[in-house]
């Protein structure tokens, strides 16, 4: 069984729930910014397989990230809630120029630890499901602005 197919879609919400946490951003970054807002492309790889996806950041998620571990964690509970999402977020941490969580969706644990530079980051993704660990690395980087 593959954990993380794209197919089920409380994984595929649960990896837009992860990717939004993970790079959440605001415009006109600042030095004290973790991410820069705009259009972002993340390639993934998992088990030696790379995908890539872009998505544009907006500046309430922007405003979230580049805060503090309680703003961030309110926000993503009130996205998941208005998202239907049977995630629930199980620890949420701000701490420097990393952000980690670790969240269950259903029978699904996703834990999360991301390293911002700006207008790039990289991650570690880890989701267990039904003893079954996948392994995800990201690399990302903003593109431009978003249409």
Known sequence: MNPIRPSNPTILFGARFAFFLAFLASPGAHASDRIASGKWESA????????????????????????????????????????????????????????????????????DKTVYHGETSEGLKTVTNEGITVTTQLKSRRIGACP
């Open 44 to 111: 993934m790889t998992t088990g030696g397989a790379t995908k890539t996806i872009s998505y544009c950041i907006n500046p309430a998620e922007a405003a979230s990230i580049n805060g503090d571990s309680k703003t961030a964690r309110d926000f993503a509970e009130e996205k998941a809630k208005k998202a239907g999402s049977n995630c629930v977020i199980k620890s949420y941490e701000i701490k420097g120029d990393t952000g980690s969580y670790s969240l269950t969706c259903g029978s699904r644990t996703i834990i």
